[in-house]
């Protein structure tokens, strides 16, 4: 059996280390990385005491957007390796204690899914309705003027039907009608698929594009001063308009009560991906509220360009309290698709290790993506080199996705950093290699070794793991919070700056936590913090 007997709830405040496939490790010398190389990989994973992994799609694809674009759900494709390589990663995760979740992309197909090359034939087929299809206007434009994330207009025409068909991100990712039944149990039907095969979860791509207004309703404009760059540069004009017709549409729920009702005899738990610039806290509220929706969701507030002042954190969970205090949400500081945090923000390593320990601080869940434990900045990708559509549509205002995805370094005295014996499909920075993981390893100071102190804090304590969290407060650029639970209250320090500061405290005795990761012990109830400081103390 591949199935992992588990907590019901694992998920609540669990963390998760997610591993793009493409880049882990490559064990057949492609220059692609595959399953059998993060099978081999997996006690790296274990040391860090996450409790789970989520592995980005490695389903069959032509990989025109690097496996988000899947033609086969219920297959690996064959430079990921095959199905008894997916079944070998399950039994080996879970021997390690880890759990399992895969990142299901159902809004969307690729072109060469057999669903819409039946689809498209025509428009009498038995497919006909499983994707979005539309009539042009009398003059022969589009339906609406809904845009693509990748760039232009979300419509595509096709000559065989004489209609245009919707697509929110690339041509060759054409969306799936949810309005049809039949999709939708076709869809839940995949899912069942790998919880049979012993995943414990998902992780849902772009979950609130699911369903489109049947209306086919145009956008309106968003005011120049309401944008922002939280899920798209601000380059594209995709940030132009207020998205009420494309993607949050209520219907939604219903599809994922359904989805909920096919995890729960498995124990799996799912985290949602929320595109969306306006409404994202909220439209995550929507959607984990309760007990027969998603049991968490992706924020992007801390994945945006801005840098994490104390003031903006706190703004943050007052929205979040505001106007998503009954749901529960999974933060990340880097993902796939961003540019590393290390880069974004500019951190110093003192600054790189105060917001590790915050982030396993905070309520809720959280990601973490393969190569931050080892503090990889982002990588300058020449032009020649670009893979990702996305960054070579905007390229040069935005270099696209593919500064984050370069292979992991694991070796210095590998010209690939120990991925690949063979030149990989995204070159390797030279810059990278010194922070690689076995060079780390030997270094008592390494950002990785903080990474799992500050992860075992988060594990031995309750407050921080499932604890209820008290309102935030920014004195200056130093941010003040307690978490409490297990009948513990620990009050949460941090000096999210270079300036010195200093923080009075609830009166009382207290306990100092964390002292193995700079946790500062308050005098006479004044905790005086160096810059990037810290104090996580308890009441004693």
């Known amino acids: 059996m591949t199935y992992l007997t588990k907590d019901k709830d694992w998920w609540r405040g669990a963390v998760i280390y997610q591993i793009y496939p493409r880049s882990y490790q490559d064990l057949n010398d492609d220059g692609i990385g595959d399953l059998a190389g993060i099978v081999s ?52 995760a879970h021997a390690h204690g880890l759990k399992v979740m895969i990142d299901l992309v159902l809004s969307h197909t690729s072109d060469k899914h057999a669903w819409f090359e039946e689809s498209r034939q025509s428009r009498d087929n038995p497919k006909a309705d499983w994707y979005v299809w539309a009539d042009p206007k009398p003059d022969g434009t589009v339906p ?14 096709d000559g065989r039907r004489e209609q245009y068909y919707l697509h929110n991100f690339l041509v060759s990712q054409p969306d799936l009608n949810f309005h049809n039944p039949a999709v939708q149990d076709a869809l839940l039907d995949v899912a069942g698929f790998w919880l049979k095969r012993g995943v414990d979860g998902f992780r849902l791509d772009t979950i609130n594009f699911y369903f489109h207004d049947k209306e086919l309703r145009d956008n309106p404009p968003l005011p120049k001063d309401q944008r922002n760059t939280l899920t798209a540069p601000a380059v ?76 903006y954190v706190a703004s943050v969970f007052e929205h979040f309290d505001r106007v998503a205090s009954e749901g529960w949400a999974c933060w990340a500081f880097s993902n ?82 120990g991925f690949s014996n063979t030149k990989p499909w995204l070159p390797v920075p030279a810059e990278h290699l010194p922070l690689a993981a076995e060079a780390q390893e030997q270094d008592a100071g390494a ?21 209820n969290q008290s309102a935030m407060r920014a004195e200056g650029n130093v941010l003040v919070f307690e978490r409490e639970g297990g009948g513990e209250t620990l009050t949460c320090v941090f000096n999210l700056s270079d300036t010195p500061a200093d923080v009075t ?21 004044v905790v005086q913090l160096g810059p990037w400081g810290v104090s996580i103390t308890r009441k004693a």
């Not at 500019?346 to 993506?369: D, F, H, K, V, W």
């Not at 950002?447 to 988060?458: D, E, K, M, P, S």
């Open 144 to 157: 609406t003027n809904w845009l693509s994330v990748f760039g232009g207009s979300s419509w595509h025409w």
């Open 236 to 311: 594209n004009p995709y940030n132009h308009q207020l998205h009420l017709y494309d993607k949050n549409q209520p219907e939604n729920l219903g599809f994922l009560r359904r989805l909920r009702a096919v995890m729960e005899p498995f124990d799996a738990a799912a985290v949602g991906e929320i595109g969306d610039s306006q409404r994202g806290l909220e439209i995550l509220g929507e959607y984990t509220r309760g007990n027969d929706l998603m049991q968490m969701s992706y924020a992007f507030e801390f994945l945006a360009g801005a840098g994490l002042t104390a003031p």
């Open 41 to 92: 990989r997996l006690p790296h994973i274990a040391s860090l005491g996450v409790d789970g992994i989520w592995i980005s799609p490695f389903f069959t694809s032509p990989m025109k957007d690097f496996g988000y674009d899947v033609s086969d759900y219920c297959d690996v494709d064959p430079m990921f390796g095959t199905l008894a390589d997916f079944d070998r990663l399950i039994e080996t």
């Open 505 to 525: 405290l609830p009166a009382g005795p207290r306990e100092t936590l964390g002292e193995d990761i700079g946790s500062i012990a308050p005098r006479d109830g």
């Open 447 to 467: 950002l990785v070794h903080h990474y799992r102190r500050a992860i075992g804090l988060r594990q031995a304590q309750v407050a921080l793991k499932k604890g």
């Open 336 to 417: 796939h698709d961003v540019v590393r945090h290390i880069s974004r923000w500019n951190l110093t390593p003192a600054a790189a290790r105060t917001y590790i320990t915050l982030l396993m601080c905070l309520r809720g869940s959280a990601c973490i993506y393969q190569g931050e434990e080892l503090g990889l900045p982002e990588a300058d990708v020449a032009f020649e080199d670009l893979q990702d559509p996305y960054g070579i549509e905007f390229w040069p205002k935005f270099k696209g996705r593919d500064g984050c995805r370069t292979p992991m370094v694991w070796r210095t005295d590998n010209g690939y950093g």
